[in-house]
């Protein structure tokens, strides 16, 4: 029989203390790392954000991607609020910024190559309009280069009468 204070029972109060020690350092990375993932996400919304708000783009996003049933639909607007219309058409709103990590990550990976297919189609339609436009001023300078004050003063002439008394 051993002692109370024996050498077995110094060894495993020492353990103990280690583990607990052990256990002590996980919480402060884990503690740490949630602080990090906290301002890494807070970084990417507000970055987002402003993204999403000038180009003014909403999303259709799978319902799946918030763990939510195949009837619902979840459309991230250009203020990066997620609008879930259910079934019998009732609606809630989920920010961004509050998803968890795996949701954050799904939506991310769904979104953006979504977002940056529309903005290329409206850069591309931006494009096509703004030489159309050059192109007509092109050819409306081609206009023989009379004064443009000769224009204007032929056109509004007025002309008046002297009424008899």
């Known amino acids: 029989m051993s002692a109370e204070g024996g050498p077995n029972n110094d060894d495993n109060l020492a353990a103990a203390v280690n583990s607990m020690e052990a256990l002590v350092d996980e919480a402060v990375q884990v503690y740490e790392l949630d602080k990090e993932r906290i301002n890494v996400a807070d970084d990417l919304y507000n970055s987002l954000k402003v993204i999403t708000t000038f180009l ?61 297919s529309m903005a290329r189609a409206d850069r591309e339609s931006k494009n096509k309009k703004i030489a159309f436009l050059r192109e007509g001023a092109r050819k409306l300078k081609r206009l023989p280069s009379s004064s443009q004050d000769d224009i204007i003063t032929t056109e509004t002439e007025v002309h008046t009468e002297k009424v008899g008394t």
């Open 56 to 116: 003014s783009f909403s999303v259709d996003l799978h319902p799946q991607l918030l763990n939510l049933p195949e009837n619902v639909r979840c459309i991230l607007t250009p203020n990066l609020d997620i609008q879930i219309i259910k079934s019998n058409f009732k609606s809630e709103t989920r920010r961004f910024d509050q998803l968890t990590l795996d949701e954050t990550a799904s939506v991310l990976k769904e979104a953006v190559p979504a977002i940056i």
